[in-house]
Nanobody, 127 residues
Framework: QVQLVESGGGLVQAGGSLRLSCAVSGRTFSNYAMGWFRQAPGKEREFVAAISWSGGSTYYADSMKGRFTISRDSAKNTVYLQMNSLKPEDTAVYYC????????????????????WGKGTLVTVSS
């Protein structure tokens, strides 16, 4: 079984930055697409960003472009989400997820259908 463990969440003021990490273990991830999703209180989970493990190609939700950056470190089996210029509306539980052999654009629609999910890390952005 693949295990995903998020970390790096916390409280930050608007305009600040955080870097979330997703530690991956259990299987080889070369054929996986990795994604970050988030869910704010009272709202549906939404797509944030995705990256292919092997090639490093990225795909972002339009609202995240320019502020969020997804990356991976293959040597550390870790996926990152660098979040800059944070806004109060970014407050949410952020989830790391993995899908085998999925096109990155398809990940954007897979808010509940990813193969593996982490338990999430809470990001709170104050005004």
């Amino acid at each position: 079984q693949v295990q995903l463990v998020e970390s790096g969440g916390g409280l930050v003021q608007a305009g600040g930055s955080l870097r979330l990490s997703c530690a991956v273990s259990g299987r080889t991830f070369s054929n996986y697409a990795m994604g970050w999703f988030r869910q704010a209180p009272g709202k549906e989970r939404e797509f944030v960003a995705a990256i292919s493990w092997s090639g490093g190609s990225t795909y972002y939700a339009d609202s995240m472009k320019g502020r969020f950056t997804i990356s991976r470190d293959s040597a550390k089996n870790t996926v990152y989400l660098q979040m800059n210029s944070l806004k109060p509306e970014d407050t949410a539980v952020y989830y790391c997820a993995a899908e085998w052999a999925a096109p990155l654009a398809a990940i954007a629609t897979m808010t509940d259908a990813m193969d593996y999910w982490g338990k999430g890390t809470l990001v709170t952005v104050s005004s």
